[in-house]
Structure formats: structure tokens, C-alpha cells
Nanobody, 115 residues
């Protein structure tokens, strides 16, 4: 069993920054990828950014140049630094971990960007 706990969401004005954290615990071993997804009301959940066990990253076009994903392997933690936030970034952000072909999800953290 794997548990993911997110933190760092909140309310921020447009142009501001937030840093999300996701700590993984439980039966974590071997190679695993992590990432962040988001879901706005009425929309499907979408990938924001991902990072492999070797540190390779990928980003949604909408966040390239503004968001940065990173991970601390020793702490089993992934971060999402979000800069230059826009109202359209408002969503619930979910942490994801893929281990042995199984997907694990956090409970989600709300990010609200006011104009």
C-alpha cells in the first residue's frame, strides 16, 4: 500500500507563486515515476508535469516555462513550483505515483488563482 499526502495549495493572486509538495509513504521500492495532475470544475483530469525515477521531466504546454517539477528521492517527495500563476490554473491538483504498473493518487489540494 502506498499513501500520498499533498500540501501547499491555497489562494493566490494572478502572477503569484505557490509550491506544492507530495510525500509518499508505504511500500515504495524500486523504480517509480511521479507527477502532478489537475482537474478544474467541468473538466477532465489532465497531466500538469511528470518526472521519472531518473529525473526526466515533461510538462503540459500550458505550464511550460512557469512550473517546475522536482523530486527528492531520499524523502520520496515530489514538488511542483508554480510561478506566474494565472486564473486558468485554478483547479484541484493531484499527486500521482506509478509503481509496478499501479497508479496511486493523493487526496488533492485546491489551488485558486484570483484575477
Amino acid at each position: 500500500q502506498v499513501q500520498l499526502v499533498e500540501s501547499g495549495g491555497g489562494l493566490v493572486q494572478a502572477g503569484g507563486s505557490l509550491r506544492l509538495s507530495c510525500a509518499a509513504s508505504g511500500r515504495i521500492f524500486g523504480i517509480y515515476d511521479m507527477g502532478w495532475y489537475r482537474q478544474a470544475p467541468g473538466n477532465q483530469r489532465e497531466l500538469v508535469a511528470g518526472i521519472t525515477s531518473r529525473g526526466r521531466t515533461n510538462y503540459a504546454d500550458a505550464v511550460k516555462g512557469r512550473f517546475t517539477i522536482s523530486r527528492d528521492g531520499a524523502k520520496n517527495t515530489v514538488y511542483l513550483q508554480m510561478n506566474s500563476l494565472k486564473p486558468e490554473d485554478t483547479a484541484v491538483y493531484y499527486c500521482n505515483l506509478v509503481l509496478s504498473r499501479s497508479d496511486y493518487w493523493g487526496q488533492g489540494t485546491q489551488v485558486t488563482v484570483s484575477s
